[in-house]
Structures are given as C-alpha cells and as structure tokens.
C-alpha cells in the first residue's frame, strides 16, 4: 500500500517552503523504503525551489542528499536490508539498459535518468519528492551503502558535493605528483581541496578573498593565490596540470587557462549558466583543454564514499532543524555558511 509521507516544499517561486503531506508509492520488486534521518542542502535545491532554471514543477519538494535507515525492502532486493544505513544521491531511477547504464554512467542515460526530485518516474509518471521528507522510496540499483563507521551526520553532502569534485579528479587521474589547483571556496571548492590532497595532489586554493587563505590551508590546501593580485597570477603561469573550477556562475576563464601547463585541463563544475568566450590561443598555446563535468554514476558514487570512509574525509557541516530551511535559503544567497548545511530530520519537520 502507499505510504503517506511529511515534507516540506512549496507551491510557487515566491512561496516559501512549508510542511507538506503526499503518497509515496507502494514498494516494487527492486525497491527499498528508507526513513531519512539527514538531508544535506545544495544550491540546485534553492534554484529549483524558485524556478531559477525554468521546467520546475510544482508543489516541489527538494533535496537529493540523502542518508537514511532501510525500513523495508521488495521482493526482488538482495544488495540491502531492513536496518541497513544507505544514502540516496541525485537521481532514483533510470533505464538500466542502455550503453551509459550498462558503463555505470546512469546520470547520461539515454532515455533520460529520473532525478531524485521534480522529475517524472519511468512507469507512473508521478513527479519525484526529494529528502526534505520522513521517508523515501528508491530503485535498489540507486541506493549506495554507508560503509561502517561513517559519520551519517555528515555523509548526505557528499552524495552530491562529494561525487561532483571527487568524479573529475578521478576521470583526470589526478593523484601523487599531481600539481593542482581549485577556484572558488565554497561547497564544492572545500571537497576539491580535500579529496585533491587525500589523493596525494599538491592542492593550491585560487580565490577571490585573501581572508578565506586561512580556511584553505586547514582544509588541507597546501598553497594559496588571490586571483586579484596580478603579480600572484603572474607568478602561477603554466604551473598546474589540473584546475578544478567550482565557481557557480557565469566567468570570464581567460586568466585561470594561463595557469596550465602543458596538456593541462580545467574542468568546470559549478557554472551552468552561458559563459563568456576565451581566447583559443590560450587554449591552443601550451596544449590546453577545457571541459566540465557532471556527478559520477552509480559505482563511482559508492566508490567515493568507500574513499571517504578509508581517509576520515566529510564535507564541514553546519547541522539544522527542518523548520530551519527557509532561514538557511537567504543564507544561501549570501554564502553564510561554512560549507554546507545538513538538515537533522528528527527536529522540526
């Protein structure tokens, strides 16, 4: 039978968030139930929330950051179990059939993969609910494994600030040796410092704010360049081989392309909106590249949380109640928070 669920989403984009009932489906064979005790919050939440991007459909109900108990699991499940801790990232379903699903590249399905939330599901069309809720139920292919002794306060993050930074660096065969730099401190920046110097990379934070050098190097950055100051730009020319860029909007690349060496890449992860043009010499000249790059699939997910767990690595966490969320919307457009912000679903929903 269908279960019903609490939540809390909104109406239209200049609605706040509120608490909402609504079904969830009744188990199918391959799926497992989940009761959700930590959601993490990410900027696409926000953006959705208030339609920034067009196509949101509403009542929306955010949130793909998702740990969890499994409660129940279906008929056809073997891979988990009732009292398992699981964690859910950005998407629940997809065709399983195709070339990108058979590689383990599940977020490229060809027949489009069914996001986490405001997407519509492969047999009854219903419109996805995400992790600002009690419960949730997800295709058992989707749901990865907490590994033992993981800190489940502090996973939901990583499911999608985690696999966003750690899928590139992986894909780039970033690791000892490896001179590397990340744009930007914020969610996504503060993972790729991480998860660079936990691969054994020499990790240097390009950022904006000379105050923020301070917080790179606790993180694990082993140099710092304000990309205001000319003469430090300067300096840095043809010195890295790989740049993580996490700046979440539209930027000019120009002067971070002049900071790769031969062969190297810069791989964007954080702009999705149109971006200025580069000059091709500096693309050209010395061998360069450009890319970007999307969360990982499904094994590469798992594998980043068993990386995770091996080297005691979590995003920085500020814990909130659910009721808290609209506070920590209008904190999100500042940027006041240091990095992200994890809803504890046993308070305020």
């Known amino acids: 039978m269908p279960t019903q669920a609490k939540g809390w989403g ?3 984009p200049d609605q706040p968030l509120r608490p909402m009932e609504f079904e969830r489906r009744d188990l199918r064979p391959n799926d497992v139930a989940i009761k959700i005790t930590y959601a ?42 009732v009292g398992d801790t699981v964690a859910v990232g950005c ?6 059939a195709c070339d990108q699903c058979l590689e383990g590249w599940e977020v490229f399905c060809r027949e489009g993969c069914v996001q986490t939330y405001n997407s519509p599901d492969r047999h009854d069309h219903t419109i996805s609910k995400g992790g600002y809720t009690d419960h949730i139920v997800v295709r058992d292919h989707f749901v990865c494994k907490v590994p033992d002794g993981m800190d489940a306060s502090k996973t939901a993050p990583l499911l999608c600030a985690g696999i966003t930074t750690y899928s590139p660096l992986r894909q780039y065969n970033v690791g000892e040796g490896t001179k590397m730099a990340v744009v930007g401190l914020g969610g996504l920046g503060h993972m790729g410092v991480k998860l660079g110097a936990a691969m054994g990379a020499h990790v240097t934070m390009i950022t904006t704010t000379p105050e923020k050098g301070e917080d790179a190097r606790r993180l694990g950055a082993h140099d710092v360049i304000v990309s205001t100051d000319p003469e430090q730009m300067k300096a840095a020319a043809t010195r890295f081989d790989f740049i993580l860029n996490t700046i979440p909007v539209s930027h000019e690349i120009d002067g971070y392309l002049n900071l790769l060496g031969r062969s190297g890449r810069m791989v964007i992860v954080g702009a999705l909106t149109p971006m200025p043009g580069f000059t091709g010499f500096n693309i050209i000249w010395w061998n360069r590249a450009v890319g970007g790059s999307a969360i990982g699939g499904i094994p590469e997910t798992q594998e980043m949380l068993d990386f995770c767990a091996a080297n005691g690595i979590y995003p920085d966490c500020e814990m909130i109640r659910m009721d808290e969320v609209n506070d920590a919307y209008e904190r999100l457009l500042k940027n006041d928070v240091r990095y992200r912000f994890v809803i504890d679903m046993a308070h305020g929903l």
């Open 10 to 12: 909104t109406d239209a």
């Open 40 to 81: 993490g919050i990410c900027h696409s939440d926000l953006h959705t929330a208030r339609n920034d991007w067009g196509g949101t459909r509403y009542p929306v109900i955010p949130g793909h950051e998702i740990v969890g108990t499994v409660t129940e699991v279906g008929a056809d499940v073997t891979d988990h179990k």
């Open 91 to 96: 998407m629940v379903d997809s065709c399983m």
